[in-house]
């Protein structure tokens, strides 16, 4: 069996489930990066991560406080590189994009006391990440749809590197 008849059939399951291999990839990073972190961490410093993490994935769900799902289903594309959505959907997707992240940093602020001042950046990253994630899935980019969803988790597998090389 020749290499070239090997990786044909390799491509051809990349291009078709590259997606599903990157959600892998970032949800094995988070947990990697879980673990590790909970041998290296004191307890207090493993909370402040795992309320960080619990934050992060809070702002994934709720970020837009659902209008993601106003332009999942209003949104018209020419299947290509074309996303058109009614100009009302436009206002409240911006609308959304702004409250969203200070509705939930406020929360984060009454509940667990983080700042907002890296809450709310983090919160309106996150929240501006999603609404790149559902136009992408739109436009049948799906595994750069996923690339984009789990880039936080991607970013663990850096900080993970970093700490293991000493820093800080």
């Known amino acids: 069996m020749s290499a070239a008849s090997i990786a044909r059939p390799a491509a051809a399951l990349l291009r078709r489930h590259g997606s599903l291999l990157l959600m892998g990839v970032g949800v094995g990073a988070q947990l990697l990066a879980t673990v590790y ?38 949104a018209s594309t020419d299947g290509r590189a074309t996303l058109s959505l009614p100009l009302n ?53 799906f595994a750069l749809a996923q690339f984009i969803n789990n880039s936080w988790r991607y970013s663990l597998l850096l900080l993970l590197g970093l700490s293991y090389l000493g820093w800080p």
């Open 37 to 74: 972190f909970y041998q290296r961490l004191s307890p207090a410093d493993y909370a402040q991560l795992a309320v960080v993490l619990t934050f992060i994935g809070l702002v994934a769900a709720f970020g837009l406080l659902g209008a993601e799902q106003l332009m999942l289903r209003l």
């Open 89 to 141: 959907a436009y206002r409240l997707l911006y609308w959304a994009l702004l409250l969203g992240p200070i509705l939930l940093s406020a929360c984060a602020l009454a509940v667990w006391g983080l700042a907002l001042h890296w809450a709310y950046p983090l919160a309106l990253l996150g929240a501006g990440l999603m609404l790149v994630f559902n136009g992408l899935r739109l436009l049948s980019r």
